[in-house]
């Protein structure tokens, strides 16, 4: 046991969840009221504006649910930076214009996190803390640097005033809850599905002894709810924008140049900037269709790549639920309407399932455990909800083996138990 406060921390591309411990053994389930109600979910999302303080701009900020409050009612002259962890591991992305000042990735994650500690009444100066935060198996992104991503989210926790911050694999963490919340014993696949990657560890799980509790192998892929989300935008919106489409250059037609990872929806707000509209107003006079090239100046004038994504994701939820939905762009000021069923979500995301199916054979193999070896399977993270990827888990388990639960806040949950339990790191075989 502990004699600090015990915090785990789950910082997510999508949402940031966080529990803390008290020395006594009370455990606090932090939760945030807003506009938009209560939830565990802290949104990792952070909307800038420029204030004007003696005629010059400063440039303040909000996030989690109250920055989408402030970027919903004050429009396009904010801008909104979403899925932050996807770029850990990119050394391409060092730093951006925010509209008045330049700012690096560790201090926008800074931001976010002083937010949050600050919103759920966390002061870190009254005691001794002790912080076990969550990292992915495999980061996000097309060649990850580990020590990077490592690195920068390590920086970003001491610009928050969290040092000596200790990292656990974000599965390994759901499993360790799952433990210690009810009799399970045996060996139990973790499947941890986030908004950037998706997360595996076999565990066993003993019962009658001090150590309860041995990871025994993890394996990653950077593919979950973010990249399902761009496959329904790139499938049923983006022809509605200009993609597919022509333009005239020079007496020629010529595909109007559309590079998917751009359009990925969390990249998209990047684009809101002069080069980028005159480009693409330039494009509507020569293009073939120039209403579709209007509708995506449109978006990007008014900054409407939020609301875009909601619509995105409620297809996705709604297409979980049922066999088909209706995907309207009257809500973002378009008349469009775009059917779209869930067969049309699971072919565009074909080759997303077998590479989640590799990841999940290769933490068999690296455990050395035959699928019919597994006791329990655990699901956890939005993802886990999408029918085809439990579909997965059915055909190399038992349908009686899977279970879930508090699919957004377990692993953070795990962390903070993880912490107060004075378990050592990092958690390796």
Not at 138 to 147: C, H, K, L, S, Y
Not at 188 to 207: H, I, M, N
Request: contains cysteine; negative net charge; glycine residues 8%.
């Amino acid at each position: 046991m502990s004699n600090a406060l015990c915090i785990g921390l789950d910082f997510g591309t999508t949402n940031t969840v966080i529990t803390t411990i008290l020395p006594s053994g009370e455990r606090i389930h932090h939760s945030f009221k807003s506009d938009l109600g209560e939830s565990r979910n802290f949104r990792s999302l952070i909307c800038y504006w420029d204030d004007d303080e003696f005629g010059k701009p400063v440039l303040k900020h909000s996030s989690g649910p109250y920055g989408i409050s402030d970027y919903l009612e004050w429009g396009s002259d904010q801008r909104l930076i979403m899925s932050m962890k996807s770029y850990l591991g990119d050394k391409s992305f060092s730093r951006t214009q925010i509209l008045s000042r330049q700012l690096g990735l560790e201090e926008m994650i800074a931001d976010i996190l002083l937010d949050l500690l600050e919103n759920a009444k966390i002061s870190l100066n009254d005691q001794p803390i002790k912080v076990v935060a969550g990292r992915p198996v495999v980061f996000a992104g097309t060649r990850p640097d580990e020590e990077l991503a490592l690195m920068r989210l390590d920086k970003a926790f001491e610009r928050a005033g969290l040092s000596n911050v200790e990292f656990a694999y974000e599965p390994a963490a759901a499993g360790y809850q799952f433990g210690k919340s009810n009799e399970a014993k045996g060996l139990v696949l973790v499947a941890d599905f986030g908004g950037g990657t998706s997360d595996f560890s076999v565990l066993k799980l003993e019962d009658g002894t001090d150590r309860r509790y041995q990871p025994i192998a993890h394996s990653g892929v950077g593919i979950a709810g973010d990249r399902f989300d761009a496959k329904i935008f790139d499938f049923a919106i983006a022809p509605m924008l200009g993609k597919g489409s022509s333009y005239d250059s020079f007496g020629k037609s010529v595909p109007i140049p559309w590079q998917p990872s751009k359009f990925m929806l969390h990249r998209m707000a990047f684009m809101g900037n002069k080069k980028e509209i005159q480009y693409w107003k330039s494009m509507c006079r020569y293009s073939h269709e120039p209403e579709k090239i209007e509708r995506l100046v449109h978006i990007i004038e008014e900054g409407l790549f939020f609301q875009m994504n909601r619509l995105v994701l409620k297809a996705k939820e709604e297409l979980s639920r049922q066999h088909s939905t209706v995907i309207d762009l009257k809500e973002i000021g378009i008349d469009v309407e775009i059917p779209i069923t869930r067969q049309d979500f699971e072919a565009c995301i074909s080759d997303e399932l077998e590479k989640i199916k590799a990841s999940v054979e290769a933490v068999l193999n690296s455990a050395d455990v035959l699928s019919g070896q597994i006791d329990q399977v655990f699901m956890t993270g939005g993802t886990s909800y999408t029918p085809a990827v439990r579909q997965i888990f059915i055909e190399m388990f038992e349908e009686d083996k899977i279970s879930g639960g508090n699919e957004f806040s377990t692993v953070a949950d795990g962390l903070a138990e993880m912490a107060f339990d004075q378990l050592s790191f990092p958690f390796k075989k």
